[in-house]
């Protein structure tokens, strides 16, 4: 029964990062408006965001055991 309420409140959780830290990415990158910046920066801002949310999700599969 444990492992069961284990196994839910840790998909939850993960859920529960996930959204934090995509809110956190979109409120760093909030405020700047894009027509302001090049296309390379708006490309490199785009590529950095992806970068960091598969980064948390490597971390992620890396913390489960």
Do not use: Y
């Not at 708006?42 to 598969?54: C, D, E, K, N």
């Amino acid at each position: 029964m444990d492992r069961i309420v284990s196994m839910i409140l840790n998909r939850l959780l993960r859920r529960t990062v996930m959204r934090g830290v995509d809110a956190g990415i979109n409120m760093a990158t909030r405020g700047r408006g894009e027509e302001d910046l090049s296309p390379d920066q708006q490309q490199a801002g785009r590529q950095t965001a992806q970068r960091a949310r598969q980064m948390t999700r490597l971390a992620q599969r890396f913390t489960r055991f």
